[in-house]
């Protein structure tokens, strides 16, 4: 949707707070030493979605450990 030319009448976003915490969190695992490796997880993912909001995200195969998988979880409810 981001890609589509022309003023919108809003700003299309999504909350990718999960997205950023997943990756990190996996990537800390819980242990002090993998901090700089969470950081650079969260710092990967950050400019991702910063892509995606303005609809110019490609998909990178260099993304952090657990960034690059889906979070998709079937049958979902929120």
């Known amino acids: 949707m981001n890609k589509l ?3 919108k009448p ?3 976003t999504f909350s990718y707070g999960r997205t950023l915490q997943q990756s990190t969190l996996k990537a ?3 242990k002090e030493e993998n901090i700089p490796k969470a950081q650079a997880a969260l710092l990967t993912r950050c400019k991702a979605n ?5 609809g110019t995200y490609k998909c990178d195969a260099n993304l952090a450990e657990g960034a690059s998988e889906s979070l998709h979880v079937k049958d979902y409810k929120y």
Not at 50 to 54: I, R, V, Y
């Open 5 to 7: 030319k022309g003023k």
């Open 10 to 12: 809003w700003s299309l």
């Open 28 to 30: 800390w695992a819980g």
């Open 50 to 54: 910063s892509q995606a909001t303005l």
